[in-house]
């Protein structure tokens, strides 16, 4: 879709920056649910949990390094934070008589003007709320969910960053846009988090270590150096030379390089006229290369075992649960990255292989059939909205026999046993020169 979209916006790019606003990389608000059908076979589908899957909202740039040269964008943030301390967690309603404002001191920041490094902008704000009022048409006018929160009825959850955590704010609000109370209390929405050290919203290799060996392992392997002579390297020389860059790019800073650009783009800040829409296309395809050849290092299933399996494990126990148990939470969110998306897409078999736009979101959706003879349970699988075949289940929705299978391939069974490193020397070797480190920044 991207390569698409590049081909048409070639054409207008030197009249006007602003078209390339609507690169699909920057989020889109197209976004169109699809509703529940019948089943070819008369099934009827009931809606029994949902768990969805996002995104944060365009950002500033995540990394300090500089861009280039002569970078002329000046960020403004509209959006700032504001809370209060909160003695009491089973309280859900409280009067309200200060909250306390983030300001950051303009001038004092690594960016032109007055935004924090990664931090959510006010359109990132925005595409969130749109995806939280898209929940409420799909979730809540049809009366699946109550139409006001309950913390028995949803759980929100995000990493410990600002970015998620307001992404998942806005996407509440959306959902549930709160209206003045009678009683004169506020309303407590709880946001779950949780320390960055063992979160398994993105692959973690502090819950499982072999995660960097098969990161590595791909590093190493023929197939990437192969790769890196032929395309990485020169590719990495062209941009050097096109931004006049006085450093050495390793694919570390190609992916940061790629970042500037495309967070330039999406904000109608020029970039330097040497680099052209074919240059942008190719450097962010080659990070997408980066990313989905280790995703499939060494299968699409075992890579998914020792990283996004994790949060995928969690999701497959809430489903049980909620057929097991009648007053199991309903509505789960989990606000993350590309490098929660992009995995979580890709152990499904059922990404479209491009770098996940900002909100970009998931849909798991737990069913229960009813068909003539029995009651049994599905999972309809939905990447912005849109339904999508897991192909091992072969339809959509996946029957629970097929899914449950499938969920043994891609969740980690024995973690204490697969996570342990089996290749210690190359675990232990000198960091390779070119590749500094297999991260993947979100
Ligand atoms: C839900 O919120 C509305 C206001 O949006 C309020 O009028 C209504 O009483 C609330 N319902 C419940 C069950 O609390
Ligand atoms: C940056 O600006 C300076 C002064 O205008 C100029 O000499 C230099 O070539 C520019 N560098 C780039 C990479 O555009
Ligand atoms: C992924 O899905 C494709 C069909 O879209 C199939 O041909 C392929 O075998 C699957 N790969 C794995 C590893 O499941």
């Known amino acids: 879709m991207a390569a698409r979209s590049f081909l048409i916006l070639c054409c207008f790019f030197s009249h006007s920056a602003l078209t390339w606003a609507t690169l699909p990389y920057c989020g889109s608000d197209s976004y169109k649910y699809t509703p529940l059908q019948r089943g070819d076979n008369g099934n009827e589908y009931t809606l029994k949990q949902v768990h969805v899957i996002i995104r944060h909202g365009d950002r500033t740039r995540a990394e300090a390094?500089?861009?280039?040269?002569?970078?002329?964008?000046?960020?403004d943030c509209l959006l700032t934070s504001a809370s209060l301390p909160?003695?009491?967690?089973?309280?859900?309603?409280?009067?309200?008589?200060?909250?306390?404002?983030?300001?950051?001191?303009?001038?004092?920041?690594?960016?032109?003007?007055?935004?924090?490094?990664?931090?959510?902008?006010?359109?990132?704000?925005?595409?969130?709320?749109?995806?939280?009022?898209?929940l409420r048409k799909a979730y809540v006018d049809t009366g699946f969910l109550?139409?006001?929160?309950?913390n028995h009825e949803i759980f929100f959850r995000t990493d410990d960053m600002s970015r998620t955590r307001q992404s998942a704010q806005a996407l509440a609000i959306g959902m549930f846009p709160p209206s003045a109370p009678l009683s004169g209390k506020s309303q407590v929405v709880d946001i779950n988090v949780m320390d960055k050290e063992f979160d398994d919203i993105e692959p973690n290799a502090n819950l499982c270590p072999k995660l960097?060996?098969?990161?590595?392992?791909?590093?190493?392997?023929?197939?990437?150096?192969?790769?890196?002579?032929?395309?990485?390297?020169?590719?990495?020389?062209e941009v050097e030379k096109a931004l006049g860059l006085t450093y050495k790019l390793t694919p570390v800073g190609l992916?940061?390089?790629?970042?500037?650009?495309?967070v330039h783009i999406c904000h109608g800040f020029p970039i330097p006229p040497s680099v052209s829409s074919d240059l942008v296309e190719r450097v962010a395809s080659e990070v997408e290369y980066m990313w989905y050849a280790t995703f499939e290092y060494p299968t699409i299933q075992d890579h998914a075992k020792v990283g996004i399996g994790f949060l995928i494990s969690e999701i497959w126990m809430a489903m049980q649960e909620a057929m097991e148990e009648s007053k199991a939470r309903k509505f789960y969110l989990y606000s993350g990255h590309d490098s929660t998306v992009m995995p979580f897409?890709?152990?499904?078999?059922?990404?479209?292989?491009?770098?996940?736009?900002?909100?970009?979101?998931?849909?798991?959706?737990?069913?229960?059939?009813?068909?003539?003879?029995?009651?049994?349970?599905?999972?309809?699988?939905?990447?912005?909205?849109?339904?999508?075949?897991?192909?091992?289940?072969?339809?959509?929705?996946?029957?629970?026999?097929?899914?449950?299978e499938y969920m043994q391939a891609i969740t980690p069974q024995h973690p204490?046993?697969?996570?342990?490193?089996?290749?210690?020397?190359?675990?232990?070797?000198?960091r390779s020169p070119h590749f500094r480190a297999a991260r993947v920044f979100a």
């Open 65 to 75: 390094a500089p861009c280039w040269a002569n970078d002329t964008a000046v960020w």
């Open 86 to 134: 909160v003695i009491k967690h089973d309280i859900h309603d409280i009067t309200v008589d200060r909250i306390y404002r983030d300001v950051y001191i303009p001038g004092r920041n690594v960016m032109k003007g007055d935004c924090g490094l990664g931090h959510l902008t006010s359109k990132g704000y925005k595409q969130e709320e749109d995806n939280g009022k898209n």
């Open 146 to 150: 109550s139409p006001n929160y309950s």
């Open 212 to 237: 960097n060996q098969y990161r590595k392992e791909f590093f190493a392997s023929e197939s990437w150096k192969q790769h890196y002579n032929e395309i990485t390297e020169p590719l990495m020389a």
């Open 255 to 262: 992916i940061h390089i790629t970042d500037c650009l495309l």
């Open 345 to 404: 897409m890709k152990a499904f078999n059922a990404s479209d292989g491009k770098w996940s736009p900002y909100a970009s979101m998931i849909q798991l959706e737990l069913l229960e059939t009813t068909s003539s003879k029995n009651t049994d349970y599905a999972v309809r699988l939905l990447y912005h909205g849109q339904e999508r075949v897991i192909p091992y289940c072969r339809v959509s929705p996946c029957p629970l026999a097929q899914f449950s």
């Open 416 to 430: 204490d046993t697969d996570c342990k490193v089996t290749n210690a020397r190359l675990m232990n070797k000198a």
